[in-house]
């Protein structure tokens, strides 16, 4: 049995900034991250991949350069955790033992849940942003489609980043109009949510906008099947329970999204399945030794990076505290942003904490739609990803 003094589960956006944190806090820690894919992907590039701004491998690089030098990578995926034990064990059967465990596995994708989703994405005008190996076709049949009914979806339940499905359904409206096409296609945007945004100041300005473009919105429709056969989008209307059929030409599906199944079969879980972690601190509600943060925990804020960016030096501070057994000084309001593109050359950037109450980061009303933004998430933001966040620098 192999023995780190601190165990990340996660190589994602979160494992990976937490790891160069602690490494540059110091560098004498025994630090390993368990994460099994070679690549490690800038997710909130994908937007911009599937309105045809960026290629799709643009938003990857090799997962051995992004764990900081001086951490050791465990290629190999979590199968269960035993927290009693302070171990867990690898899909591979090995047991490894921690002082101090982080878990931020991300969000899992459910695609099984919308019946003949997994079969027809990717195919015949069904695409996805939500995957390196769809978000190819998003582009591709928003340029194919010449006529006929744009639909896009939005689940119930959590999903990374509140607004991104939104974002691509504005970046398609906006390239039918310049493609000249754009009074020939009837663009829907379909959401299980009540309205379109969760904060009053963004949702005002998103609705304008979405009205100025002429997409129509339905509000309580659960994508439910694709007939990719008929063309044809099955939803339940969440208050009424009734089927409704929509017929469509190309349709780009948010697929619904959880806890990962090997969280929520364990003990580190909450009652909705997510890593267990008190709001503030970040410690996890029963082993004071387990922190969590990302996609994966249960701190009630919307699953950005963005957030992460806050939550990630909150857990370093309250971790290393915790080894000293200083009491845990750091706290997370629950911030989070969503820059919100709703053209090729607009875009709203929401910033909020956990009461919803606006966060704003300039000292401009950002809930004004602005071509700066947009400049801002196309170069700015990726380059304080790469450069910055899994550094450990921003
Ligand atoms: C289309 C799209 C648009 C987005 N737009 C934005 C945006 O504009 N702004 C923003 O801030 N955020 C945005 N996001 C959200 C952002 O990308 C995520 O919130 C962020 O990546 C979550 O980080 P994480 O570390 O929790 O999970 P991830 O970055 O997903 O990393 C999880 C890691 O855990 C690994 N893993 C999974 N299972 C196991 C296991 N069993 N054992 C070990 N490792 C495992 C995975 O391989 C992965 O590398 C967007 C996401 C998408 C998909």
């Given at each position: 049995?192999?023995?780190?003094?601190?165990?990340?589960?996660?190589?994602g956006t979160a494992g990976i900034t937490v790891a160069a944190r602690l490494h540059n806090a110091d560098p004498k820690l025994d630090i390993a991250v368990i994460?099994?894919?070679?690549?490690?992907?800038?997710?909130?590039?994908?937007?911009?991949?599937?309105?045809?701004?960026?290629?799709?491998?643009?938003?990857?690089?090799?997962?051995?350069?992004?764990?900081?030098?001086?951490?050791?990578?465990?290629?190999?995926?979590?199968?269960?955790?035993?927290?009693?034990?302070?171990?867990?064990?690898?899909?591979?059967?090995?047991?490894?033992?921690?002082?101090?465990?982080?878990?931020?596995?991300?969000?899992?994708?459910?695609?099984?849940?919308?019946?003949?989703?997994?079969?027809?994405?990717?195919?015949?005008?069904?695409?996805?942003?939500?995957?390196?190996?769809?978000?190819?076709?998003?582009?591709?049949?928003?340029?194919?489609?010449?006529?006929?009914?744009?639909?896009?979806?939005?689940?119930?339940?959590?999903?990374?980043?509140?607004?991104?499905?939104?974002?691509?359904?504005?970046?398609?409206?906006?390239?039918?109009?310049?493609?000249?096409?754009?009074?020939?296609?009837?663009?829907?945007?379909?959401?299980?949510?009540?309205?379109?945004?969760?904060?009053?100041?963004?949702?005002?300005?998103?609705?304008?906008?979405?009205?100025?473009?002429?997409?129509?919105?339905?509000?309580?429709?659960?994508?439910?099947?694709?007939?990719?056969?008929?063309?044809?989008?099955?939803?339940?209307?969440?208050?009424?329970?009734?089927?409704?059929?929509?017929?469509?030409?190309?349709?780009?599906?948010?697929?619904?999204?959880?806890?990962?199944?090997?969280?929520?079969?364990?003990?580190?879980?909450?009652?909705?399945?997510?890593?267990?972690?008190?709001?503030?601190?970040?410690?996890?509600?029963?082993?004071?030794?387990?922190?969590?943060?990302?996609?994966?925990?249960?701190?009630?804020?919307?699953?950005?990076?963005?957030?992460?960016?806050?939550?990630?030096?909150?857990?370093?501070?309250?971790?290393?505290?915790?080894?000293?057994?200083?009491?845990?000084?750091?706290?997370?309001?629950?911030?989070?942003?969503?820059?919100?593109?709703?053209?090729?050359?607009?875009?709203?950037?929401?910033?909020f904490d956990y009461d919803g109450q606006p966060a704003e980061t300039f000292p401009f009303n950002q809930a004004q739609e602005r071509f700066s933004m947009l400049?801002?998430?196309?170069?700015?933001?990726?380059?304080?990803?790469?450069?910055?966040?899994?550094?450990?620098?921003?």
């Amino acid at each position: 049995m192999s023995h780190h003094q601190i165990l990340i589960v996660g190589g994602g956006t979160a494992g990976i900034t937490v790891a160069a944190r602690l490494h540059n806090a110091d560098p004498k820690l025994d630090i390993a991250v368990i994460e099994p894919s070679d690549k490690h992907y800038y997710q909130p590039l994908w937007t911009l991949v599937g309105g045809g701004i960026f290629r799709p491998e643009e938003s990857a690089r090799e997962e051995a350069d992004v764990i900081p030098y001086g951490v050791k990578w465990i290629k190999d995926a979590v199968a269960t955790f035993q927290p009693n034990e302070n171990q867990l064990t690898t899909r591979d059967g090995t047991t490894i033992s921690y002082e101090y465990l982080v878990v931020a596995p991300g969000i899992q994708i459910n695609w099984d849940k919308v019946k003949g989703l997994k079969e027809a994405v990717g195919k015949e005008g069904v695409c996805s942003n939500y995957s390196i190996n769809t978000v190819g076709s998003t582009w591709k049949f928003i340029q194919e489609l010449k006529e006929g009914t744009a639909l896009f979806t939005q689940p119930a339940g959590a999903v990374k980043c509140g607004g991104a499905p939104q974002k691509i359904c504005y970046l398609a409206e906006d390239h039918f109009r310049r493609a000249g096409v754009r009074d020939k296609i009837h663009v829907m945007f379909t959401s299980a949510s009540p309205r379109l945004f969760a904060v009053d100041k963004y949702r005002e300005v998103l609705e304008k906008v979405a009205a100025r473009k002429g997409v129509e919105t339905r509000f309580r429709h659960n994508l439910t099947e694709v007939r990719a056969a008929t063309k044809e989008a099955i939803y339940r209307h969440m208050d009424t329970d009734e089927e409704i059929v929509i017929k469509y030409d190309m349709i780009h599906v948010t697929p619904p999204m959880g806890a990962p199944d090997f969280v929520a079969n364990s003990e580190l879980k909450s009652e909705a399945g997510w890593v267990d972690v008190d709001k503030y601190t970040l410690q996890h509600t029963r082993f004071a030794n387990v922190f969590g943060l990302g996609d994966a925990s249960s701190l009630p804020t919307s699953k950005t990076g963005a957030a992460i960016r806050k939550q990630a030096p909150v857990v370093v501070k309250n971790l290393l505290a915790a080894m000293q057994h200083e009491p845990l000084a750091a706290t997370y309001d629950g911030y989070t942003s969503c820059p919100v593109v709703t053209g090729y050359d607009s875009l709203v950037l929401a910033e909020f904490d956990y009461d919803g109450q606006p966060a704003e980061t300039f000292p401009f009303n950002q809930a004004q739609e602005r071509f700066s933004m947009l400049m801002l998430k196309k170069f700015g933001l990726p380059a304080l990803y790469w450069h910055g966040m899994l550094k450990g620098r921003a």
